[in-house]
């Protein structure tokens, strides 16, 4: 097991960025590259009094242009004559152990640990030095603990957050240059955070106060960042397109969509309106009624956006990614009720939020990694960083709903029914414009196994003896020619929801828990409607937004106390939105209550209240398909 693993480290890092496509397609369910604040619960910090003296007025801050063809092709050259000889090492190893094996399975072990972490060492720095592209493919490689060497992931994992930060001075000229006309930072803000909340590979996150006294985030992008990602993005198209018929999966597509995706993070403007529409997307159902939000959404605040800086709402959370140790931290076991009543609390406010922009709005958030996930007190979720996303025609959302109450009828089926509910599985997603390899066209095992591989129960055998591992020889998607650039996101949605259940112990049916909302994005599909943001309605998030997920949001609403309850057309006070507002204050006043007396309760009675809740909340997943 342990060669088997280090076979896929070779393939992985010969082919790194190829890796990445490969997860961006299916494995996102770990990928934790926060590109803004990864804050936990109680962190505090002292908000740095700014003056009208802070930087000199003649700096201006260059924005470096598009790499060209050959600093492209430097740069690519630069990492493999770094990481080859890490490669070299381990085929090396791999051969001799071959022909003089290991005295036992330990001493074998001992030596591939050697090699590990001189290995990890090596590709760990050369990322550091090389940045763009690669640092997104260290930071998916570092959550893969179920397919590398724990040395690998622990010395990778140092890039989800250890990303120097840009010095004060830099980002203080960036700030001034795009928000300010070159003013100083006392003409808008009261305090700004010199130490960064967060240093990712895109951008960083200071936390701020406004003139009025509003607390705020402070998203700026890295001047010299841009370049690097588009250049090394056209460089792996250039060579997937060149390589197509040798490669095992369409990259070229992977690697267009990804560019696209990236040209939309690097633009802040984009940001801001897939912020809004976000929001409206998880305040509706699918058949576009106002709803309770499940998520928080922090929005972008007034027209504070420039195309390398945005100010948008604080939000206070722990990262999904820190989760488990941060309750570790609070002497919550995993396992034990508390968990799994958060863990419940967290997957049915994902894949209702995720239901809803999949199949209502068809505005997607196109980066669910648990990096982007935070968790409030009471298991409440706010979804962050907006800058990837990805919009569904209704055709499409009509033909994934039909896919997946097609993957709920087959799972539910059994004998000769189950044979039938395949043979329209396998028609839906080819019908969706999945293709495969020539000599596999017809095969209905292969077709179906792809849409439960994506959709299906995670505990499921896939049909025809396929494997569940994307990087298995004898898994489906290597049988796949070419697939639409939507199962790129939709990937990364899907298989996030699934590996949270497995990791947080939380049993999760992701088709059973959409199919009910899939019948209602069908039945209200015969005709075009006007997208949410096209209404002149109020901005539902606000209204509901005190306790988005079904508890406190932790989430500091700068919207005059959690939002108008206005009509926005006639400025008239609607009862309805009244009403909302305090249902949804009343329910997090009450949740709250419940769980402080909860917590001083004897530790054996608290225990006995916990689990009869836990079994509640089953009883009524149960009854209402969740």
Known sequence: RGTM??????????????????????????????????????????????????????????????????????????????????LAAYKAKEIELKLRPAASEEEEQKIWNSIDEWGSSQIAETIK?????????????????????????????????????????????????????????????????????????????????????????????????????????????????????????????????????????????????????????????????????????PLPVGELVSKRVLVMDFVEGTPLNRLQETMKERGIEPGSPEAKIAGRRILNSLSSAFGRMIFGAGFIHGDPHPGNIFIGEGGSVSLIDCGQFKALPRTQRVQLAKLIMQVDEYQKAEGSEAKEAKEKLAGLIRDFGVKFMPEYENDDDLAAAVALFLFGDSDRALPGGYSTSELDDESPIKLISSFPQEFVLLGRATVLLKGISVRLQVPFSLAERWSKGCKLTVSAASAPQLPLWGKDVLDDRDAGGFEAGGGSSGQTSQRGGGGSAKDTSTGKVQFRQVARLFKAWGKGKTRRFVEKVVKKLPEGLRAKVLEAELRRMEREDDATGK
């Open 5 to 86: 693993r280090r076979i896929r480290l070779l393939n992985a890092l010969l082919c790194s960025p190829l890796f990445l496509a490969a997860n961006n397609v299916l494995a996102f369910q770990t990928k934790a590259a926060p590109t803004t604040f990864p804050t936990l619960i109680g962190l505090t910090t002292t908000g740095d009094v700014v003056s009208d003296t802070t930087a000199d007025d003649s700096d201006v801050i260059d924005f470096p242009p598009p790499l060209t063809g050959l600093q492209r092709t430097k740069r690519a050259i630069e990492f493999y004559k770094r990481a080859l000889p890490v």
């Open 129 to 297: 030095d090389m940045k763009g592209f690669y640092v997104k493919t260290g930071q998916v490689i570092s959550t893969r603990v179920d397919l590398f060497p724990e040395a690998y992931t622990k010395k990778l994992m140092e890039l989800q957050d250890g990303i120097e930060p840009m010095p004060f001075e830099l980002v203080e000229g960036v700030v001034r240059q795009e928000l300010l006309d070159g003013a100083p930072l006392s003409d808008l803000f009261l305090t700004f955070d010199k130490e960064p909340l967060g240093a990712a590979s895109i951008a960083q996150v200071h936390k701020a106060t406004l003139l009025d006294g509003r607390v705020v985030a402070v998203k700026l992008q890295r001047p010299n960042v841009e370049p690097k990602l588009l250049g090394d993005v056209a460089n792996l198209k250039r060579i997937s397109k060149a390589l197509s018929k040798s490669l095992p999966v369409d990259y070229y597509t992977v690697f267009s969509e990804l560019g696209e995706a990236l040209v939309n993070e690097l633009d802040f403007y984009s940001e801001a309106s897939a912020m809004r529409k976000i929001s409206y997307a998880v305040s509706h159902c699918n058949d576009g009624t106002p709803a309770d939000p499940p998520v928080a959404v």
